[in-house]
């Protein structure tokens, strides 16, 4: 049997730490495309350099041509750029909506059956121009941002009750920025939920609401440390859980921009929810029930992303 094909779209510093990751896990032979001229070959013969010791007999190619993504299962997509100092939010939008559009033309051409996740920031606006310009399937093209911001607040839970991340969960809904909206509700230490624990006197109020802040800012946190790039590390860890999950269709309950149509309210709306990924793509948007407060601060979410897709649609109208 053939092994699964993952393309990866944008060879910087997630592109190849995705190309490492799935080599190691050996989920499949992997083509990293970008158009920088020797990038993709050179990360992908180092890659292909450490399988003797690792113990890998996954194939690595690098490539400037698309045609190499042929037939591809996956393509994770982090082609782009990132905010630069003096940049506007609307000129990051401009650039990257142009290279969506390339990147979608190229996976509609060359590997339509595939399932496309999107890391390409600002991510829901991305991965809506994604599934626009590749004509894939929504249930196929999906965003990932729920599985890292959820991880980080796992973390920094984990560190608050001084417990295994393997245990606790946690949830987070709505767009990938600011107004993301970590769940305390749903979030617990082995099935105890977040509010239980601050009544067993485990942790307070006021430190759940610092974990959830940091939990917001996480994203920059990174930046401000590295001061020259964005997190790289966790973001590739967790497409490649969601790549993993479609891949051996594990039916894994993740959080990702998916796309809604009658979920949550919501008409044609990528937007960060809880889904059920496996071989089907996104197989099933959980639509848990929300209290006041939280479908207050989602709806907020919900409009600061449609405000990001109406830029976009604004862009692509006047270059059209
Ligand atoms: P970086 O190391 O700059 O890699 C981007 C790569 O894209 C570079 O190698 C470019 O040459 C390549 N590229 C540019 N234009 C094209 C094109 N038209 N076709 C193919 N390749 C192209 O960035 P990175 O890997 O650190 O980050 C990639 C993206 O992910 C950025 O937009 C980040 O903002 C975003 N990001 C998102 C998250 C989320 O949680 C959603 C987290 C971290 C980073």
Known sequence: MARPKI?????????????????????????????????????????????PSEKFDAKMKGTNDYADIAGADVCIVTAGVARKPGMSRDDLLGINLKVMKSVGEGIKTHAPKAFVICITNPLDAMVWALQKFSGLPPHMVCGMAGVLDSARFRHFLAEEFDVSMKDVTAFVLGGHGDTMVPSVRYSTVAGIPLPDLIEMGWTTKEKMDAIVQRTRDGGAEIVGLLKTGSAFYAPATSAIEMAEAFLKDQKRVLPCAAYCDGEFGLKKTYVGVPTVIGKGGIERIVEIKLTKDEQAMFDNSVAAVKGLVDACKAIDESLA
């Open 7 to 51: 393309a990866l779209i944008g060879a910087g510093q997630i592109g190849g730490t995705l190309a490492h990751l799935a080599a190691l896990k050996e989920l499949g032979d992997v083509v990293l495309f970008d158009i920088a001229e020797g990038v993709p070959q050179g990360k992908a013969l180092d890659i292909a350099e450490s399988g």
